[in-house]
């Protein structure tokens, strides 16, 4: 990957072209420009501002933060390639999570034929790492169990629930996003709905 992911834009700084009415979109539309045309520090840029979204998405469809980490990072590569043909006919982090998402399915599904080949019944994969850091067990016990009922989703459903509602897209940006109709984001939000209720009300009963 050519810009480094590490890159700190206080030491090299791209000058924005920004207008008084909207600073920010002006911004990132020239870094989107130049960086386009191969700057790297442009990129940089867009990285820093970008990657953190990026890799909560990826997350909440990969339930693994190394995976999820892989993902963005890919991703970006991918940003990094197409951009000299992107037009803005959707918005940058459209386009971007647009992108995660196909790279996260891609992943999921080498996973998913990994996971087919092996034999070995041991321990399954830390999704729950990231609670370690909770400290309400009451509240890590609902995060783990939250954990278990996402885990029951198709690929696609994950997709959706992160996008509708962490990401806090309409489910006409949802389908722009995912590239499906709205009908079909709306069928999918109903399906995961449902399945999520029933596993909680089953675990409910469990407890």
Not at 28 to 40: H, M, T, V
Not at 61 to 76: I, K, T, Y
Not at 102 to 123: I, P, Q, Y
Not at 183 to 198: G, S, W
Request: with cysteine.
């Amino acid at each position: 990957m050519k810009p480094a992911a590490t890159h700190d834009p206080s030491k090299e700084m791209v000058e924005p072209l920004s207008t008084p009415s909207d600073p920010i979109v002006s911004e990132e539309a020239e870094w989107i420009r130049r960086a386009g045309e191969g700057d790297e520090r442009a990129f940089a840029l867009l990285v820093d501002r970008h990657r953190d979204r990026a890799f909560a998405l990826a997350s909440r469809m990969l339930r693994s933060p190394a995976e999820a980490e892989e993902v963005a990072q890919d991703a970006f590569v991918r940003v990094w390639r197409a951009l000299p043909r992107f037009r803005g006919e959707s918005a940058f982090s459209t386009w971007l999570h647009r992108i995660v998402v196909r790279c996260a399915l891609d992943r999921l599904a080498v996973l998913k034929t990994r996971r087919g080949r092996e034999e070995s019944t041991d321990a399954p994969p830390d999704a729950a790492a990231p609670l370690e850091n909770a400290l309400d067990p009451e509240a890590r016990e609902r995060a783990r169990r939250m954990e278990q009922v996402m885990e029951l989703l198709t690929e696609t459903q994950r997709a959706v629930v992160a996008l509708f509602y962490h990401e806090d897209r309409s489910v006409e940006e949802v389908a722009h996003t995912l590239g499906m109709p709205e009908n079909t984001v709306k069928t999918h939000l109903h399906r995961a709905r449902a399945a999520m209720r029933a596993a909680w009300l089953e675990q409910e009963g469990t407890a």
